[in-house]
C-alpha cells in the first residue's frame, strides 16, 4: 500500500500549484483572450472639453498649432446641432432646403462672416470659441451640403479678415452692474438669451415663469451671476455673450429676475 508521508504530501501540493502557475501562465499567453479582458475592462466612454483634447486636460485643442483640424460634421455635432438641428430661435435647420437659399446668395464669405461674428440669437463662432475659420467654414460647407444648396466658395482672404465682434467697453459699467442700463439688458438678452430662456430649451427657465425662476433666485443674486459667468449643466460660459462684460452679465441676470418675479 502507498502511504502518504508528510514529505510525499508536501511533493504533491508543490506539483499542484506548480500545475497552476503553467495553466495561469498559458492562458495570459493567450492573445485572444487578453483582447476579451481588456475589452471588458475598457471605460465605456470619454468626457470631451471644448478646447481640449479627450486624451487628456493637457491635450491641446484640436485645429490648433500642430493638431489635426476637425471636420466640419464634428464641429456641426458637437456645436451647431443644438439650433440648426430642430430650428430653434429662427436657425435654419439642416436639411431645409427653403430655409438655407435665401442665405447662400451671401455666398461663403458672408456666411462665415456672420458665423464668426454672431447674428440675432445665434453667438459668435456658433458657442464654438476655440474653432477655427477653417472648422468654421468646413460646419457651414456640411450644413449647406445636407440641405442640397451649393453656395460660391470663399475665399482665404476672408477667412483671415473674419474675426469676432470687437469687445464693448467695459469702463462704461462696474462690477455690480452700475451704468449698464435696462435698454443694454434686453439687447444682450434678445441676442444671446433668448434661444434657451425665451423657449425653455435644455432646461432654461423660461422668462416670465415664476414657479421656475422661484428656486432659483433663492440662491441669490452672487450665486445666479455665477453661473451664468462660469456655465451650468447646458449653459456655456457667459451664456454664449463671449464679449459681455461682468457687468453686462449681472445686468442680464437682474432683468430676466425682475420679469419673472
Request: net charge negative.
Amino acid at each position: 500500500m502507498y502511504k502518504v508521508t508528510t514529505p510525499n504530501f508536501r511533493h504533491l501540493g508543490t506539483c499542484w500549484l506548480l500545475g497552476l502557475f503553467l495553466a495561469a501562465g498559458a492562458q495570459a499567453a493567450d492573445p485572444m483572450q487578453a483582447e476579451s479582458i481588456e475589452s471588458q475592462i475598457a471605460p465605456v466612454g470619454t468626457v470631451k472639453v471644448a478646447g481640449k483634447s479627450a486624451g487628456g486636460d493637457g491635450a491641446a485643442a484640436a485645429g490648433d498649432a500642430g493638431g489635426a483640424a476637425r471636420s466640419g460634421s464634428d464641429v456641426y455635432n458637437n456645436f451647431c446641432i443644438a439650433c440648426h438641428g430642430s430650428g430653434v430661435a429662427g436657425a435654419p435647420k439642416t436639411g431645409d432646403e427653403a430655409a438655407w437659399a435665401p442665405r447662400a446668395d451671401k455666398g461663403m464669405d458672408g456666411l462665415l462672416e456672420t458665423a464668426t461674428n454672431g447674428l440675432n440669437a445665434m453667438p459668435p463662432k456658433g458657442t464654438c470659441a476655440d474653432c477655427s475659420a477653417d472648422e468654421l467654414r468646413g460646419a457651414i460647407a456640411f450644413m449647406l451640403d445636407e440641405s442640397g444648396v451649393e453656395v460660391e466658395a470663399g475665399s482665404d482672404d476672408a477667412a483671415a479678415a473674419a474675426e469676432p465682434a470687437a469687445p464693448a467697453d467695459e469702463a462704461a459699467a462696474d462690477a455690480d452692474g452700475e451704468g449698464v442700463d435696462e435698454a443694454r439688458a434686453k439687447e444682450i438678452y434678445q441676442s444671446k438669451c433668448f434661444a434657451c430662456h425665451g423657449t425653455g430649451a435644455a432646461g432654461a427657465p423660461v422668462l416670465g415663469k415664476a414657479d421656475a425662476w422661484a428656486p432659483r433666485i433663492e440662491q441669490g443674486m452672487d450665486t445666479l451671476v455665477k453661473h451664468a459667468k462660469d456655465g451650468l449643466n447646458a449653459m456655456p460660459p457667459m451664456g454664449t455673450c463671449m464679449d459681455c462684460s461682468e457687468a453686462e452679465i449681472r445686468a442680464v441676470v437682474e432683468y430676466m429676475v425682475t420679469e419673472s418675479e
